[in-house]
T-cell receptor
Framework: GAGVSQSPSNKVTEKGKDVELRCDPISGHTALYWYRQSLGQGLEFLIYFQGNSAPDKSGLPSDRFSAERTGGSVSTLTIQRTQQEDSAVYLC??????????????FGPGTRLTVT | GQNIDQPTEMTATEGAIVQINCTYQTSGFNGLFWYQQHAGEAPTFLSYNVLDGLEEKGRFSSFLSRSKGYSYLLLKELQMKDSASYLCAVRDNTNAGKSTFGDGTTLTVKP
């Protein structure tokens, strides 16, 4: 079946503009995760959803970042008033569930965000 | 919180065996994962350990010691395509959905 898809694949925006990043998880996967990866770095956890609810938003870097998930499927990560330090690859992942191996995460190809 | 350490870079020869170590200090533990990430691509799942011991999957094996906060990924019969970054990630049992990733180990396989 189809994997996790993300759009756009690349986004160049001017400092101060808002951006929306979209993630389509694997059908049937109840959990969805957002990460950020800067060049040469590991993955920085941002937020995860179980269904449509986000039990932990503590990873969001600032109040300029927000995310929502609707219908237990598509998720949108919004960054308001972008700053140059927001430049990174934003990765989305989904998993079948939260227990044991069902927690295995499948990653999308990412959105490369460049703030000029 | 979680603190995860792994070597930044390793080099090995095609056909050889390499072991990539990962140590962690956690406030809670609910499983350790290894992912492979080729340059410019998304991470892909390699292994999952929640109990002590060795999990073998083809050329790749992963070991966990919870008492020592230690894991390793063992790659046998190295191939050039194994050149990639290997990420160790620990799942937090105080927050069911959160995983903390190490910065990754970049493995270069040479002929």
């Amino acid at each position: 079946g189809a994997g996790v898809s993300q759009s756009p694949s690349n986004k160049v925006t001017e400092k101060g503009k808002d951006v929306e990043l979209r993630c389509d998880p694997i059908s049937g996967h109840t959990a969805l995760y957002w990460y950020r990866q800067s060049l040469g770095q590991g993955l920085e956890f941002l937020i995860y959803f179980q269904g449509n609810s986000a039990p932990d938003k503590s990873g969001l870097p600032s109040d300029r970042f927000s995310a929502e998930r609707t219908g237990g499927s598509v998720s949108t990560l919004t960054i308001q008033r972008t700053q140059q330090e927001d430049s990174a690859v934003y990765l989305c992942a989904s998993s079948l569930g939260q227990q044991g191996p069902s927690y295995e995460q499948y990653f999308g190809p990412g959105t490369r965000l460049t703030v000029t | 919180g979680q603190n995860i350490d792994q070597p930044t870079e390793m080099t090995a020869t095609e056909g050889a065996i390499v072991q990539i170590n990962c140590t962690y200090q956690t406030s809670g533990f609910n499983g350790l994962f290894w992912y492979q990430q080729h340059a410019g691509e998304a991470p892909t799942f390699l292994s999952y350990n929640v109990l002590d011991g060795l999990e073998e999957k083809g050329r790749f094996s992963s070991f966990l010691s919870r008492s020592k906060g230690y894991s390793y990924l063992l790659l046998k019969e190295l191939q050039m395509k194994d050149s990639a970054s290997y990420l160790c990630a620990v799942r937090d049992n105080t927050n069911a959905g959160k995983s903390t990733f190490g910065d990754g180990t970049t493995l270069t396989v040479k002929p």
